[in-house]
């Protein structure tokens, strides 16, 4: 790649950025695993990533070499399709690097110019949250600016990016000691460590592993990314039932503002949010952009047309649309459930495990949560109308999940009418293990007896990644097992911390051991040593592979005794 290291124009700030965007990509699952502030729903890689998408989506095929206008048009895009907190961060962060431009009024900069950028992105984006918080993605991103601004005189952005992402590390360090929730959790902050994989990406631009571009163009660019506002695109069966709709119309509108200077942006949303809930509003050079959940949108029309002159109007019934929808869905997926003592219902992760439970322990009502982003909503919306359905007095429930285990008396103090157990199953491997001992010729109380009884005698060993260390000065993965929730051993090596675990769960009466895997270690030596190690020491032993794409546990290992 021939560029100019010392002159910044339009092509190379693209294509630094479509860089930072594909690295954001390729390691979206190790953000998301950080995430456990400002709530732990495991979502911040894939928001800025998203986010950053639909920017690259606007800029790719852009023929310009001036800076200013691809910077506009990437705040701009960014701005109006921001997702999540980290999102909208991002997106003031490009729009007051782009502000800084237009004022600079120049189709190339150097590097003082471009360092003077980011300082106005960082304080945009800054200014744009009403309480920011220290020890997440703003102090980072103030932090390492600052630092190579007061630094200055670097030969090349090469140097000047090494610089920014070294300072970036070191902030991102200190990123427990200012958030007390991440060092419980003895976690980084995991929008900090999405700037600092986003950076990464546009260093490689300048070296010989540039990350190559067409490779990923079909996954985020050529298809268009599902709207941040279109309520149209909620997965089918999260619907909710009509009494539950407060607010009747989604209401999205898009005006240009007739004095933007003069617009008072926190007076506007305090003033709309009175018409209703779900309150967005977003201004960029113009534009006003503001999507509600009202019962009143022709007030809110009125009102939004006092600042401008309208754009785009789109207003949708979604209390007609859950009323069509629930006619078009009545046998969907599953069949009405038939009368008899008992249901069981079972959360699993993805299709997989979806088909074992279906055919393997015909379990009657399976709900698939494979994106963790909207776990508790989505769980919520589709177990209600389950029980809603439901024509018997028993239910067995297999919550497979934590965050739905810990919650879910939410929902079944709501239900007093019928006899609902919940299984304490933390994670598919639990699941599968109280599943095993289900007897459909027995009753109701002794399925309840042996499905603990085995729940109590087997053990269900995990290893987790611990992502603390991933962005670390000294960069070493790290591997925590636990045996039953409970803390074992960590190492920095999968292939030595996987038989330990199974030399800790493994006893003289172990008959049969289950691996729930994810996909990505069907070759790893992990897995291959794995069972080389059970076939050696453990011939007797019965082994039983299983592929668990939950994304959240490496390896899931059961032990039947």
Known sequence: MSISEQKI???LFKEMVINGTINLKKNCQKINNLNVFPVPDGDTGTNMYMTMAEGIRHIYSLNENSIIEVSRVLANALIMNSKGNSGVILSQFFSGFSNKLIKLKKNFINIEEFIQSLISGYRQAYSSIFFPVEGTILTVLRDSIEAINNQKNF???EEL????????KKSLAKTPELLPILKESNV???G??????????????FKDSNISLKEFYNDFIISKEVEVFDDNNINKTSYINCSEILYCYCTELVVNLYNSKEF????FRKKMSKFGNSLIAIVNENLLKIHIHTNKPGLVLTNLLKYGFLIKSKIDNMKEQNKNFLKQQKNYNNKQIVQKNYILIAIVPNETIYNIFKKDFKVDRIIIIENR????????????EILNQVECYNVILFPNDSEILANIDLITKSFANLNISVINTNNIAQGYNALVSFDETLSYDENIFNISD?????????????????????SVFEFKAFVDSIFFKKHNNLDILIIELLKKMITKTTQLVTIFYDQQLEKHSSLIGLEKFLSKNYSDVEINKIINNDHLHYYLILVEN
């Open 454 to 474: 085995n729940i109590t005698n087997n053990l269900v060993g995990k290893i987790l990644f611990n992502p603390n260390y991933n962005l670390s000065e000294n």
């Open 188 to 190: 980084v902050d995991s």
């Open 161 to 168: 990016l090494n610089k920014i992402i070294e300072y970036a």
């Open 9 to 11: 124009d339009g092509l």
């Open 155 to 157: 030969n090349n952005m």
């Open 373 to 384: 982003k909207f776990i508790w909503d989505f769980f919520w919306k589709n177990f209600k």
């Open 192 to 205: 900090a460590a999405g700037l600092i994989y986003f950076f990464e990406g546009m260093l490689l631009c």
């Open 264 to 267: 008072d942006l926190l007076k």
